[in-house]
């Protein structure tokens, strides 16, 4: 088991890194900021403010597959992703599922009339919340 406290989340891609950052006490993640990328890399120095304006108990990235639990292009992007962030954090990385969390992200964003740009921090909300909700039920 994890820490309590504070977490950031996030949803890699090859052109948006979406941060989510939530707490264990209320079990709930909010959508934090859209960083940009280039092929796959973010802004690092963009991110590490983040996570030194956070402090985080830990950083969960999530990992997309395939339907069929195959990998794909954007498995090894998130998983290149998480393996970089705990080189430069020095800090916890756990992974989880992420199947179809973008999906739920578009209907919330357009259900909410909210600009498409945040998909991607409502992806990384998602991911974040689910996560916490399997740690700290």
């Known amino acids: 088991m994890s820490a309590t406290g504070t977490y950031l989340g996030f949803d890699a891609g090859e052109k948006r890194l979406g941060v989510a950052v939530g707490e264990t006490v209320t079990g709930h993640a909010r959508a934090l900021a859209v960083i940009t990328c280039r092929q796959g890399t973010p802004d690092w120095s963009r991110l590490q403010g983040l996570i030194d304006d956070w402090s985080p108990e830990g950083l ?28 430069r954090s ?15 992200a578009r209907d919330a964003v357009r259900g909410r009339g909210q600009r498409p740009e945040v998909i991607d921090a409502e992806a990384a909300r998602i991911i974040l919340e689910t996560w916490l909700s399997e740690h700290f039920p």
Not at 61 to 85: C, K, M, N, Q
Not at 93 to 102: K, M, N, Q, W
């Open 90 to 104: 020095g800090g916890s990385v756990h992974r989880i599922d992420e199947h179809l969390s973008s999906h739920a």
């Open 60 to 87: 969960i990235v999530g990992i997309p597959r395939h339907a069929d639990g195959r990998d794909s292009h954007s498995t090894r992007l998130a998983e290149r992703f998480a393996g970089e962030l705990a080189r």
